[in-house]
Protein backbone atom coordinates (compact mmCIF):
# COMPACT_ATOMS: atom_id res chain seq x y z
CA UNK A 1 0.00 0.00 0.00
CA UNK A 2 1.25 3.31 -0.91
CA UNK A 3 0.76 5.81 1.91
CA UNK A 4 -1.96 7.52 -0.25
CA UNK A 5 -4.06 4.66 -0.48
CA UNK A 6 -3.31 3.65 3.31
CA UNK A 7 -4.22 7.39 4.17
CA UNK A 8 -7.29 6.71 1.65
CA UNK A 9 -8.69 3.46 3.84
CA UNK A 10 -8.18 4.87 6.66
CA UNK A 11 -10.28 7.42 6.37
CA UNK A 12 -12.78 5.10 5.47
CA UNK A 13 -12.28 2.96 8.37
CA UNK A 14 -12.58 5.55 10.67
CA UNK A 15 -16.03 6.96 8.97
CA UNK A 16 -17.72 3.08 9.20
CA UNK A 17 -16.07 2.69 12.88
CA UNK A 18 -18.14 5.96 14.43
CA UNK A 19 -21.31 5.34 11.54
CA UNK A 20 -22.20 2.11 12.61
CA UNK A 21 -22.50 2.54 16.04
CA UNK A 22 -26.29 4.24 16.14
CA UNK A 23 -29.27 4.54 13.57
CA UNK A 24 -28.06 4.44 9.69
CA UNK A 25 -24.55 2.62 9.51
CA UNK A 26 -23.45 4.46 6.79
CA UNK A 27 -24.36 7.96 8.15
CA UNK A 28 -22.65 10.17 11.33
CA UNK A 29 -25.86 11.19 13.75
CA UNK A 30 -24.90 14.04 15.70
CA UNK A 31 -23.52 11.93 18.57
CA UNK A 32 -21.93 9.90 15.90
CA UNK A 33 -19.75 12.88 14.84
CA UNK A 34 -19.00 14.35 17.95
CA UNK A 35 -17.52 10.55 19.29
CA UNK A 36 -15.68 10.80 15.76
CA UNK A 37 -14.48 14.61 16.41
CA UNK A 38 -13.46 14.21 20.40
CA UNK A 39 -11.50 11.02 19.58
CA UNK A 40 -10.17 11.55 16.06
CA UNK A 41 -9.45 15.40 16.05
CA UNK A 42 -8.98 15.96 19.59
CA UNK A 43 -6.44 18.68 18.98
CA UNK A 44 -8.61 20.60 16.46
CA UNK A 45 -11.88 19.95 19.21
CA UNK A 46 -9.55 21.44 22.27
CA UNK A 47 -8.92 24.77 19.75
CA UNK A 48 -11.90 25.58 19.64
CA UNK A 49 -13.42 27.36 22.56
CA UNK A 50 -16.73 27.26 21.14
CA UNK A 51 -19.45 24.71 23.30
CA UNK A 52 -21.18 24.69 20.07
CA UNK A 53 -18.50 23.76 17.35
CA UNK A 54 -20.21 19.95 16.92
CA UNK A 55 -23.38 21.38 16.05
CA UNK A 56 -22.00 24.12 13.67
CA UNK A 57 -20.16 21.38 11.95
CA UNK A 58 -22.96 19.20 12.01
CA UNK A 59 -24.95 21.70 10.21
CA UNK A 60 -21.92 22.82 8.52
CA UNK A 61 -21.72 19.53 6.75
CA UNK A 62 -25.03 18.07 6.53
CA UNK A 63 -25.63 19.66 2.53
CA UNK A 64 -28.80 17.61 1.47
CA UNK A 65 -29.90 18.44 5.16
CA UNK A 66 -30.84 14.99 6.41
CA UNK A 67 -29.42 16.01 9.95
CA UNK A 68 -26.87 13.18 9.24
CA UNK A 69 -23.37 13.25 8.07
CA UNK A 70 -23.05 10.76 5.29
CA UNK A 71 -18.83 9.27 3.84
CA UNK A 72 -19.46 12.49 1.20
CA UNK A 73 -20.02 14.94 2.98
CA UNK A 74 -17.50 13.68 5.94
CA UNK A 75 -14.66 13.76 3.27
CA UNK A 76 -15.49 17.68 2.82
CA UNK A 77 -14.71 17.92 6.42
CA UNK A 78 -11.37 16.44 5.92
CA UNK A 79 -10.59 17.80 3.26
CA UNK A 80 -11.07 21.29 4.55
CA UNK A 81 -8.70 20.90 7.76
CA UNK A 82 -6.42 18.97 6.00
CA UNK A 83 -6.05 22.18 3.76
CA UNK A 84 -6.26 24.19 6.80
CA UNK A 85 -3.31 21.50 8.38
CA UNK A 86 -1.13 22.45 5.36
CA UNK A 87 -1.52 25.92 5.52
CA UNK A 88 -1.58 26.75 9.40
CA UNK A 89 0.03 24.02 11.11
CA UNK A 90 3.09 22.65 9.51
CA UNK A 91 3.65 20.36 12.51
CA UNK A 92 0.56 19.28 13.36
CA UNK A 93 1.18 15.85 11.31
CA UNK A 94 4.09 15.25 12.98
CA UNK A 95 4.32 12.53 16.13
CA UNK A 96 0.87 10.95 14.69
CA UNK A 97 0.44 7.79 12.71
CA1 LIG B 1 -24.98 6.00 12.31
CA1 LIG C 1 -26.46 14.72 5.20
Redesign the pocket.
Known amino acids: MTNLQDAMTGLIDVFHSY???????Y???NQ?LKTLLQEELTDFLTASKDPMVVEKILSDLDENKDG?VDFQEFVVLVAALTVACNDFFEDCTKGKK
Not at 19 to 25: P, V
Open positions: SGKEGDKKLNEE
